[in-house]
């Protein structure tokens, strides 16, 4: 009981540590590279009375608007770079979930270290806690899943459906993940028809049951709009990332063949199935995907190393120091690959050195924020309708608010669109937006 005791603790020191130091990293990031949901996520929360109630109830991705609403920071330059630690934090944890099945816990560390410091995973680490929730959660519930086909054992079946139930509302990919789980799912079962039907239930009735609640509101509050809206950089572009995936075929194909099969035939058949099932359904997304999809096709590299990351830890394999040598090369092409071909890397790369990219990314939101900062601090600024970006790189020294007919704020945010009246001055002017002063009651 000691030695569980004392096992948790440094668990959970190492974890604490581990968080603060994500916690740092995204706090010195965050003013120089962020996602565009970084914006919508944080001004939903701090600028709650902008939003309606149907805005703040249905905000996407919901895993981590919710953490967004219960973390104990009421501030933009904090409140993300927390989020960001959490994701982290929960990622790192969920690799650390299967090595305490690996048959080889030495070379599993080698994997690991490897797979946390690729480009894909550090760019989930620093910068997507959605992405990173996600991914954290496939880990644990494909190695349920596998366990659980392995063994029989019942409560790793019932971890899985939780688990999976939870990825679509931590990042929208999660719901093609689910999709082909559902497809493959039977493939996988061999068991007779009574208990397929019982794997089935178990598997999708979390989802179901949270799916079908989110729809309901979805339908009731919204009438429309994208139930698990479509990821995107900031820049589009469009990138194929070949040579990352030709060395991920490799990976896959050297992890397929290098299962040692000399003690548990049955094991050893249910596993090869498995992960040709999983890098099979990866390969075909990837081919099909859209170069126009560049944010996707991370998600899926990210998903490809923890396939073979699972697979190298999980299985009892031959040529071990083979993968640790492919996961490597990975690991180096990755941090070659990515940033030479998507601009959008590129910049999060030179970000994460300390170079200040934001007016790269969003030169418009960029140009509005810094008037916003160095003219109008502590002032009140109203805003039809929202302007996340704005919103959060204005930061906490604009005061934004719904404007009042009776008593309408002296300054005005206003859409290109918008035709100035006889009373209103314009301050700035840009593409999409235009910054008014009402000369008729504040002369």
Request: proline content about 7%; glycine content about 10%.
């Amino acid at each position: 009981m000691g030695s569980l005791k004392s096992s948790f603790c440094i668990k959970t020191i190492f974890l604490l540590i581990s968080g603060g130091l994500l916690f740092f990293v995204a706090l010195d990031l965050g003013g120089r590279f962020f996602l565009p949901e970084a914006g919508s996520i944080t001004s939903m929360v701090l600028h709650g009375d902008l939003a309606s109630p149907a805005d703040r109830m249905l905000a996407k991705p919901l895993l981590p608007a919710l953490l967004a609403w219960v973390a104990p920071f009421g501030s933009f330059r904090l409140l993300w770079p927390f989020l960001c630690a959490l994701g982290g934090t929960f990622l790192g944890a969920s690799l650390l979930y299967p090595l305490k099945l690996s048959p080889h816990p030495g070379f599993s560390l080698i994997y690991l270290l490897f797979t946390l410091l690729s480009a894909p995973f550090l760019f989930l680490l620093t910068t997507d806690p959605g992405g990173a929730l996600g991914v954290g959660l496939l880990c644990i519930a494909a190695t349920d899943m596998l366990t659980h086909l392995r063994t029989g054992q019942t409560y790793h079946l019932f971890s899985a459906g939780v688990t999976l139930g939870l990825i679509p509302f931590a990042a929208s990919w999660g719901l093609y993940v689910l999709i082909l789980v559902f497809l493959v799912n039977r493939l996988l079962v061999e068991v007779e028809e009574h208990g397929f039907l019982a794997e089935y239930i178990v598997l999708f009735t979390p989802f179901l049951l949270l799916g079908g609640g989110w729809w309901f509101l979805h339908w009731v509050y919204r009438k429309g709009g994208d139930l698990f809206p479509s990821l995107s950089f900031p820049l589009g572009e469009e990138v194929s990332f070949f040579l990352s995936g030709m060395l991920l075929l490799l990976g896959a194909l050297v992890l397929l063949f290098s299962i040692s099969c000399s003690e548990n035939q049955k094991g050893c058949a249910i596993s090869f199935r498995f992960f040709f099932l999983a890098f099979l359904g990866l390969g075909i997304t990837w081919l099909f995907l859209p170069w126009g999809e560049p944010r996707l096709r991370l998600i899926l590299l990210s998903l490809g190393m923890l396939l073979l990351f699972l697979g190298s830890v999980l299985l009892p394999l031959r040529p071990r120091l083979l993968l640790a040598l492919l996961l490597g090369l990975l690991w180096g092409v990755t941090w070659w690959e990515l940033p030479e071909t998507s601009r959008n890397l590129a910049l999060w790369k030179r970000a994460l050195g300390g170079e200040e990219v934001i007016s790269q990314l969003y030169p418009e939101e960029e140009q509005i924020s810094s008037l916003l900062r160095q003219e109008f601090e502590g002032l009140s600024v109203g805003l039809e309708g929202r302007a996340p970006l704005v919103e959060f790189l204005a930061g906490d020294t604009v005061r934004f608010v719904t404007p009042e007919k009776d008593f309408p704020p002296e300054f005005m945010l206003q859409p290109f669109f918008y035709l100035p009246g006889e009373g209103e001055r314009v301050l700035f002017r840009s593409p999409h937006w235009m910054l008014l002063r009402n000369i008729s009651l504040f002369p």
